[in-house]
């Protein structure tokens, strides 16, 4: 008996125990206290200055205001931790792609992608290269690459490492002073022409052409890189730096010719530029696209800019109209013409979209179909009766003999017209014509669909 008592008595003692130990705190942390970890949130801070760097959220909100494919006009200083290193300065490019966050877990990533190192220059081998841990500043363009946001490829470099500035090149950049009036007696500087284009209605060309002087600061295609089309992409500045500068956009070679032959540009060329410009998409200053010419190349210049009235359609050019739904297509140097032959895209569809690649017609010329540099490739099209062709996407006419004018059918759906982008353009070369359903990004933009094409020839 007295053992089931003492039995019982243990068992009331250690109930009491346990129930008084619930109301007594813990003399020390518990780690199991808090299972759900959340990371800190960080708020955007800094206004894109040397003085005052965006943080990587600052950065990545800058970006998000970014379409895709496009890239900021402006340059910015962004400060932050390395968290990941895809390749090192010493990777043989002597540019680095890596990632940086506002702390060591990385939970807030921004893509840099090939900068250059201190100076904006191509890392030599002779200085430190980044670490895991690193805060740096960088200093640079940013865009959003389909839907990826990051700095512009080899448009951002390196300003210090951990506090520690190198090279040339980090002095906080303020913007220029406009000047000129954009005749070639007093040619705007990229301030000015700047200043101008933002008087204009967005995405509208000005009314006349003007003249542009600067100093090359990056180079993105070269002349003797296009192939067929002769024309270069490049930004200039004032003091030939990477701030401040200005979109020169498929500009044309001396004498508003295409480039064949001749010298190219190099960074640090002093240029004059010619023709006409617009504020692309609202955002994005530049000239318009193979309506500007290389009115001259360290002070040597071509026969082709006059003075009063330049050209802007040029030698190798076609003048396009659109009205409606339809486009033409004219040699301006052909003014006699005669027969005329006509290829119904419709005959080439089927049931199932297909690939447009080349057909023939009726009198041999060859019609051929390409991507390019465009994220789709053309497509035979039923429900359109026809081809449509993307962005970036071209269309080369091969013919025994000079063409004098196409004219293209095109279609519509209610109020949209597919007629292609206001940048399209169609280089002459021989009896070969190459239209380029041109854009600044390898997607979006307007839809060329095509029906029926007629090819008028010269006499």
Not at 12 to 35: I, K, L, Q
Not at 281 to 288: A, H, L, S, Y
Request: aromatic content about 10%.
């Amino acid at each position: 008996m007295k053992k089931i008592l003492y039995s019982v008595f243990a068992i009331a003692m250690a109930a009491f125990t346990f129930t008084s130990c619930e109301d007594v705190p813990a003399p020390y942390d518990d780690p199991n206290d808090n299972p759900i970890d959340k990371p800190a949130v960080i708020e955007p801070a800094g206004d894109g200055t040397k003085d005052n760097p965006f943080n990587v959220a600052a950065t990545i909100a800058e970006a998000e205001k970014l379409a895709s494919g496009e890239e900021s006009v402006e340059n910015f200083y962004m400060k932050g931790i390395v968290t990941n290193i895809t390749e090192n300065y010493d990777g043989g490019y002597g540019n680095a792609t890596f990632y940086i966050s506002d702390d060591e877990d990385g939970s807030n990533s921004f893509y840099i992608y090939r900068t250059y190192y201190f100076g904006n220059k191509k890392y030599d081998g002779s200085g430190d290269i980044i670490e895991y841990g690193d805060t740096v500043v960088v200093y640079g363009k940013l865009t959003n690459y389909n839907g990826t946001l990051e700095t512009a490829q080899n448009s951002s470099y390196l300003i210090s490492i951990n506090g520690v500035e190198g090279g040339q090149g980090g002095d906080t950049p303020t913007p220029g002073d406009p000047q000129g009036d954009g005749t070639l007696a007093n040619p705007y500087n990229c301030a000015g022409v700047i200043q101008y284009i933002n008087t204009l209605p967005s995405g509208e060309n000005s009314p006349e052409d003007v003249y542009i002087k600067g100093i090359v600061s990056s180079i993105k295609e070269n002349f003797d890189e296009t192939g067929t089309f002769g024309n270069a992409t490049y930004y200039i500045s004032d003091d030939g730096s990477q701030n401040n500068e200005f979109y020169i956009y498929r500009s044309l070679y001396l004498d508003n010719k295409a480039y064949t032959s001749g010298e190219v540009l190099h960074v640090g060329d002093e240029v004059i530029v010619c023709g006409k410009v617009t504020n692309f998409m609202g955002n994005t200053p530049e000239t318009v696209t193979n309506q500007s010419y290389l009115y001259s190349l360290n002070s040597k210049g071509g026969q082709g800019g006059d003075d009063d009235q330049p050209g802007t359609s040029g030698e190798g050019l076609a003048t396009v109209t659109k009205s409606g739904t339809t486009i033409t297509m004219v040699d301006p140097d052909i003014t006699t013409t005669g027969s005329t032959v006509t290829c119904d895209l419709s005959q080439y569809t089927s049931s199932q979209p297909t690939e447009a690649t080349t057909v023939t017609m009726s009198d041999g010329t060859t019609i051929t179909f390409a991507q390019e540099d465009g994220r789709n490739a053309p497509m035979f099209y039923e429900l359109t009766k026809g081809v449509r062709m993307y962005a970036l996407n071209s269309m080369t006419i091969a013919a025994g003999k000079k063409i004098a004018k196409v004219v293209l059918q095109c279609d519509s759906q209610g109020s949209n017209l597919y007629v292609g982008n206001d940048q399209l353009y169609t280089a002459i070369d021989g009896n070969t014509w190459k239209l380029v359903n041109d854009w600044s990004s390898n997607s979006g933009g307007t839809q060329l669909r095509i029906q029926t094409i007629t090819i008028t020839y010269a006499e």
